[in-house]
Each structure stands twice: as structure tokens, then as C-alpha cells.
């Protein structure tokens, strides 16, 4: 079975060129990678040119102006050949035997149309500080109506078919494009499923905290609530119809939603800073995290700890 490898790359003449050789050198080698530059302004297009003037199985696109990730990854998929299609960041390094791990996967589960496996967690420099295994079950989850059971992939160890993610659209130019993607598909009927095996060493950058993590979580909380929808049989909601609903809800809904999502906005800067070793700051988000939310956060670091 042949495979589509898919990067988008931007501004990461650091590490593109360690991401691009961790996919040419993997054990499995039929395969082709497409790399949409999305307009970079460092060496990132002439170190892409260079390696795909000593590698045929090496395409890559110069995007004229900056788009973003999701018109990135459906310009690749629109160029893919095959049908089993890889995604990649140009920051992340794949383990030698990601392609082969994950092709035998989906030969022998015809049944399966995403699956996502699991990562070491590295920092800016390399060091691994941390393991990411995600827990999927998308029959359950459908069943008890969970997002948290099919949305919570690690998108650059993501495997799927091309087909199939065409079918529901593709990719939409939204935040968390690949949280997205994955509800409606689950929400089409498509099936995902986990590979635990470690395929991957998922860089996680200190330039995180200055995301918007109030939208970013705000939006995930969108997408969860849309697949619990559509779940139902009803019509999914525009941003600004379900924010005038949940502004609507009674006070203690409210509060409990706001305590929740300060929590997971605090558990999430503890990864941050724990990444960068600064621990005043890493012990006082999690603290935070914990206190307002003692029961989740208290087993989800026991699962870690468990690598689990």
C-alpha cells in the first residue's frame, strides 16, 4: 500500500530539515511527501528545494502568499496520489517505523478510516519530557455521546484515508481545524482508532503561551458541542448562536462551565511551563488546575504518570 505523506511548513529552518529526513529514512519507503511551504520567509523554501533536488519521492509547493494550516493540508490533499495519506508538522521528528506500524494498521482494518498513535513529548531542544497516548474509542464514544472518546488525537501521528476525509469536506480553515475534522467524521459514521505503539517525538514549543487559550478553549467547547448535536440529529450552530446559548444557561451552569475551562486553561500552561523547566509557574498552574477541578486533573496526571 502506497502512502501520501503531508507537511505544511512555516518559518522552521531549525527543524524542518531533521522532520523532513526522519520521514525519508523511515523503514517503510513507498511513499511520497508533499510539502506545502505556506509562504515562509527564512531558509525554510531553499532547504525544501534542496533536499527535493536529491529526492524524487520529494514534492514541494511554494505557496505565494501565507493561508494557514487547513488550505496547506487541503492544497496537499487535493496533490496526493495515494490513498492512505500521513500527516507530518515540520517540527516533529517521525520514529523509524511509523509508516510501516501504521500501513499494517490500516491493511488489517479495513473497517477503520483514522487512527492516531502515540508520542514522546520533546521540547525545543530535543529533550523528551513527556509521553502522549491518546485514548480513543469512537464506537463508545458515539454510543455515550463523549467527544473526548474520538476528538483528542495527536494530529502529526494521524493516518488516514484519503477518501473518506474527503467525503465529509476535508479540512475546514477554523481553529483546531483537526478537532473539526475528526467530529465530523465520527458524526458521518467513519470509525477511528489508536495505534499505541509510539511513532512519533511531538515537539512542544514554549511560544504556546502566547496563544489564546480562552478562544482556543472556548472553541473546542464549540466543536464538542455541535458532534453532541449532530449526535442527536440536530443541525450544528454557528460560533455565535452557541455562544448566545450558553450565555443563556442558568447561573450555576455557567459558573460550573467557567470553573472548568479555568482549570483546563491552567492544566494547560503547567505542560507549558513544565516544557520549559520553570517550576514556580509549572507547580502553581497545576495547583490551580487541580483545585478547581480535583477529581479530572488528579487522574489524568495518574494516567500520565502510568503512561496511560
Known amino acids: 500500500m502506497s502512502v501520501s505523506v503531508i507537511m505544511s511548513a512555516y518559518n522552521r529552518e531549525r527543524y524542518v530539515e531533521e522532520s523532513v529526513e526522519s520521514v525519508l529514512t523511515q523503514t517503510y519507503d513507498d511513499f511520497e511527501l508533499i510539502i506545502i511551504d505556506d509562504a515562509s520567509r527564512d531558509r525554510t523554501p531553499a532547504i525544501l528545494d534542496r533536499i527535493a533536488a536529491r529526492d524524487a519521492r520529494v514534492r514541494v509547493v511554494h505557496q505565494p502568499q501565507n493561508r494557514g494550516l487547513a488550505p496547506g493540508r487541503n492544497l496537499a490533499l487535493s496533490l496526493a496520489r495515494h490513498d492512505l495519506v500521513a500527516c507530518m508538522d515540520d517540527d516533529d521528528i517521525m520514529l523509524p517505523t511509523r509508516l510501516a506500524l501504521q500501513v499494517g494498521f490500516m491493511r488489517d482494518h479495513p473497517e477503520v478510516s483514522v487512527i492516531t498513535s502515540a508520542a514522546y513529548i520533546i521540547d525545543e531542544f530535543g529533550e523528551t519530557i513527556g509521553v502522549s497516548i ?9 454510543r455515550e455521546h463523549d467527544p473526548s472518546l474520538f476528538l483528542e488525537l495527536i494530529h502529526p501521528t494521524v493516518m488516514f484515508r484519503r477518501r473518506d476525509v474527503l467525503a465529509v469536506g476535508g479540512y475546514r480553515d477554523v481553529l483546531l481545524e483537526d478537532r473539526d475534522l475528526w467530529g465530523r467524521m465520527v458524526t458521518s459514521g467513519y470509525r477511528i482508532s489508536v495505534l499505541p505503539d509510539f511513532v512519533m517525538r511531538h515537539r512542544r514549543h514554549s511560544s504556546l503561551m502566547t496563544s489564546n487559550l ?6 473546542g467547547e464549540y466543536v464538542d458541542f455541535n458532534v453532541l448535536r449532530r449526535l442527536r440529529g440536530e443541525q450544528e450552530v454557528s460560533l455565535e448562536a452557541f455562544r448566545a446559548i450558553m450565555a443563556a444557561q442558568p447561573a450555576m451552569q455557567r459558573l460550573a462551565r467557567s470553573r472548568k475551562n479555568k482549570a483546563g486553561i491552567a492544566f494547560r500552561k503547567s505542560t507549558l511551563y513544565f516544557s520549559k523547566r520553570r517550576w514556580a509557574p509549572f507547580l502553581y498552574h497545576l495547583a490551580t488546575a487541580i483545585a478547581l477541578e480535583p477529581t479530572h486533573y488528579t487522574r489524568r496526571i495518574l494516567r500520565k504518570r502510568a503512561g496511560v
Open 214 to 219: 480562552r478562544r482556543l478553549f472556548e472553541f
Open 134 to 142: 491518546p485514548r480513543v474509542d469512537s464506537e463508545r464514544g458515539r
